[in-house]
């Protein structure tokens, strides 16, 4: 817990600073105002040059997301199912965020808290203990989850990898967050549910290894391409879909899964593996999430690798200087996801993250879309501040304000899935 406050002021820091910086830079005039934010071009940070400025971004060419290694052009969604999804899978095992075990022995759910009216008699709420088993180890790990007593059938649901205070989702509801807005998702007849990531894989360079990887996979450690915290990370999501699956008062069938900025990054690799996810959403994700590699805007491989190496495999280390020989890039995490809906999300202050790298992302995912006949509207430019795509299989919005997760960003992930899940 301390760790992760210290990891959260750490954070906070760095940001501070650079906005006392963007002050600075604004007051002496020597920068332009855009979008509300004194747009300095340039910044500095651990000791390279940060691009800001779009007429500076070098060019570049993405690989062809439906081109396989071998040559092959794919034109039907069973050649993309047989042959290309699996090989860029591998791909972004090898080169990106580690290879997950395929397996482990066992897995046991435990509901330790029960309330039939929580919330002042709208939810149902139950506290469970997820607990994994291999090789004659175990983790354990609890899950915050609130189900909606207004209904005549199982529950859609949300589940938030929540990266932020864990405090975001109490369940006895005395402290409420708006990264979690719990009692605004039951309103809308949705469950509800969050794990906090750093009690499978602590959001440390020092000590991720303790949880899940030193537990149950410790032979990972050891391995140039096995998964470090966002792989673990994005596994305990699939433990969390193992539980629902048992749970008869959600529609298993319809679970959406969220995550911000390194949560975001998570939630798309997890849904890219884990097909069961229905639906997910990706807010402020920016590098090795959304965002493309290849565009050098904001925060790169290289920076990221220096500060959070310990989210990707040891491979990803190559690509810091040399991003143009990297296999994969971002879009193809997106497109991993096809045919099911996806909704990415950016801030106008939050340029560390490219905005528009994300969204370029996303028009370059659109081609496995249309394989499935998926209808995907997004326009060819980048869309307008607060003005959200919902009826198209890949969603998006650029809204204002700061990097974060917020009421404006839920509103929108209700109005799609309700879209989407035709409720
Ligand atoms: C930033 C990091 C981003 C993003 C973010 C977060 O400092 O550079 O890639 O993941 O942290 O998770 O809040």
Excluded at 105 to 124: L, Q, R, W
Excluded at 188 to 210: E, L, M, T, W
Excluded at 361 to 384: F, H, I, Q, T, W
């Amino acid at each position: 817990m301390i760790n992760r406050l210290k990891s959260f002021a750490h954070q906070g820091t760095l940001r501070f600073n650079n906005q006392m910086k963007k002050a600075l830079v604004c007051l002496i005039g020597l920068v332009s105002l855009s979008a509300g934010v004194c747009a300095q071009k340039t910044d500095r940070f651990m000791g390279e040059i940060v691009n800001y400025d779009e007429g500076a971004v070098p060019a570049y060419t993405l690989p062809d997301i439906l081109l396989t290694t071998k040559g092959k052009k794919i034109k039907t969604v069973s050649a993309w199912k047989k042959q290309r999804r699996p090989e860029l899978l591998a791909l972004f095992e090898e080169h990106v965020y580690g290879k997950t075990p395929d397996s482990f022995d066992s897995v046991k759910f435990m509901v330790t808290n029960e309330n039939a009216v929580a919330m002042a008699g709208k939810a149902h709420l139950k506290e469970v203990t997820i607990t994994a088993w291999n090789h004659g180890h175990s983790v354990s790990f609890p899950v915050v989850l609130f189900i909606p007593n207004k209904r005549t059938k199982p529950a859609p649901a949300f589940l938030l990898i929540n990266n932020r205070n864990s405090r975001n989702t109490d369940p006895a509801r005395v402290e409420k967050s708006t990264f979690w807005p719990a009692e605004m998702v039951i309103d809308n007849g949705y469950a509800i549910a969050a794990f906090h990531h750093s009690d499978v894989a602590p959001d440390r360079k020092d000590s991720y290894q303790n949880g899940v990887l030193k537990q149950l996979f410790p032979e990972v450690l050891e391995k140039d391409n096995g998964m470090k915290a966002i792989g673990v990370w994005a596994w305990a999501a699939s433990r969390v879909m193992d539980y629902f699956k048992t749970d008869k008062d959600i529609d298993f069938n319809k679970v959406a899964l969220v995550g911000h900025s390194r949560g975001g990054k998570t939630s798309l690799w997890s849904a890219a593996q884990d097909q069961r996810f229905a639906m997910v959403f990706s807010s402020c994700s920016g590098s090795t999430g959304a965002s493309l590699a290849r565009r050098k805007y904001g925060e790169t491989i290289s920076l990221i690798n220096k500060q959070f190496g310990y989210w990707f495999n040891n491979n990803y280390k190559k690509y810091s200087n040399d991003v143009n020989s990297l296999p994969v890039d971002q879009h193809m995490l997106i497109g991993l996801i096809a045919p099911r809906p996806v909704y990415t999300t950016n801030a106008t202050e939050d340029r560390w993250a490219d905005p528009y790298g994300s969204f370029l992302s996303l028009r370059n995912a659109k081609a496995v879309y249309d394989l499935y006949g998926e209808k995907v509207a997004l326009p060819k430019n980048m869309p307008g501040v607060n003005m959200p795509i919902i009826h198209s299989a890949i969603g998006y919005h650029f809204r204002e304000g700061k990097h974060d997760l917020n009421v404006y960003d839920w509103t929108n992930f209700i109005r799609f899935a309700n879209h989407h899940f035709n409720l």
